[in-house]
């Protein structure tokens, strides 16, 4: 009414047959505020009263000549300009979140920019790698892999009739997967001797071989019923050295297998850690080159937390990292757990011991090739007792156990400090 009021009389609003100011105001108000609110779903993260602030001024200003009659192209130049403004401020603030967290809030979500072009496992390894004898084990390797790829996507998970050298029910899986690995072993005129966590036993294959190869076929047991990510761990040695008695700094290679949505696979070269997804065809394609591991992180997987019960350090590094806004990624699958840490660029795997918790972890099969792929990448370990790289523990048995921290150098530090008070 007090709008009308301001029209001569000729112009006073008589019904829905005039044209007025005020319909065109009310769309332009109704069309931004329902622009906006998409934005506001499609970016949560953008302050609402920012946006209102915002519609609300270019409300003011589009009413402050009542008379004036704004045409529709002001309209809608005026509510684009309200939602490139909300929408800048949402990222702003998205902006200073991700500084505060270092990534995308609290998800790590990937940086990885699609290439034109991605080299082939025998481009790369026609640079990066020098000794041929070598190239042809990891293609031999990575064969058994795609294999494995093979059988995890058409068998069931089931229990099979045998159980390993340790009394645990196997698999059907398991036994495959390290059949594969074993009839490889068997033939290839690269190996020497082999051993693997299922038997762990010595078996010489081939006298004039040149490699001794460790294997866990299928690490994650325990949860590759529910469909989740496992993978197999080889490490490499070469016979001058044989396995008893050496480190796992002697290892010439190491290689893990990562069985997800995709497979993938992280390999130790002569200059870094590269990773390589199966593609089409089953060809390997370089997904990520020399990768690296920050110094700091704000990812942690803290397994064997009942050890936290008798530990008190190891419960209150559990409690720092929550304190602390560390985000939680654990699935009680050490090949998921440790290879985010390449993907990520950072995160830290822990796992010590106690008297009623004691460490679980292969050395051979295990912490050694990982330790290898981690350090190699600017990480760092500790063998969980004396605090030491697990990569300078001597191999006194095949099955020789260990406690283990890897990943970022600063949290690696931290748990020698908090948990073995080194």
Known sequence: KHFGSQLPKNRRLTGSKQPSAMPQMSKFLLASAAVSGTWAFLAPSAPRTTTSAQLRGAAGASGSAPGSGLGSGAVVALGAAAVASARRAGKAQRRAEDDAYGASHTSFYTDAVAKDKYDTLEEVLAEKLKDAKLKGMVNELLDACVKITEALRVNLVTVNDASNAFGDRQLTVDVIADNLLWDLAKTSKNVYEASSEEEPEIVKTNEDGQYVLCWDPLDGSSIVDNNWAVGTIIGVWDKSTGLIGATGRDQVMSIVTLYGPRTTVFITLDDGVYEFTLGDGNEWICSRDKISIKTECK????????????????????????????????????????????????????NPTSKASPAKLRLAFEAAPFGRLVEMAGGKTSDGVSGNSVLDMKITAVDQRTALAIGSAQEVERFNQMVLQK
């Open 299 to 350: 990812i942690f997987a803290p397994a064997n937390m009942r050890a936290a019960q008798e530990v008190e350090g190891y419960n209150n590094l559990i409690n720092h990292y929550m304190t602390n806004k560390f985000t939680l990624r654990y699935t009680g699958g050490l090949v998921p757990d440790v290879c985010q840490q390449f993907t990520k660029g950072q995160g830290v795997f822990t």
